[in-house]
């Protein structure tokens, strides 16, 4: 079984910083793209940003420039430093890995519970 935890939600004020982290754990055996995805209330699930196993990047345009994710491919965590944050930011960020078992071999995408992000003044 793969687990996905993810810390550092909370609410900050316009303009402010927060930094997500996710670490996976279980039986694995590599994990290709990690990422970030964000719903807000009454919106679909939208990508944030990926990170592929050897480093390349991708945002959405909406949070260029203002986030950046990490990841530690020995530890198998990814974050999410967000600085500037906008009300619009405010959304449940959920934490996203592309695993092959080490058992099975089969590869599958798996969710973290979420984290709620509230930019508020």
């Known amino acids: 079984q793969v687990q996905l935890v993810e810390s550092g939600g909370g609410l900050v004020q316009p303009g402010g910083s927060l930094r997500l982290s996710c670490a996976a754990s279980g039986s694995i055996f590599s994990i290709y793209v990690m990422g970030w995805y964000r719903q807000a209330p009454g919106k679909q699930r939208e990508l944030v940003a990926t990170?592929?196993?050897?480093?390349?990047?991708n945002y959405a345009d909406s949070v260029k420039g203002r986030f950046t994710i990490s990841r530690d491919n020995a530890k198998n965590t990814v974050d999410l430093q967000m600085n500037s944050l906008k009300p619009e930011d405010t959304a449940v960020y959920y934490c996203?890995?592309?695993?092959?078992?080490?058992?099975?071999?089969?590869?599958?995408?798996?969710w973290g519970q979420g984290t709620q992000v509230t930019v508020s003044s």
């Open positions: 996203y890995a592309d695993i092959v078992l080490a058992y099975y071999r089969t590869r599958s995408g798996y």
């Open positions: 990170i592929t196993s050897g480093g390349s990047e």
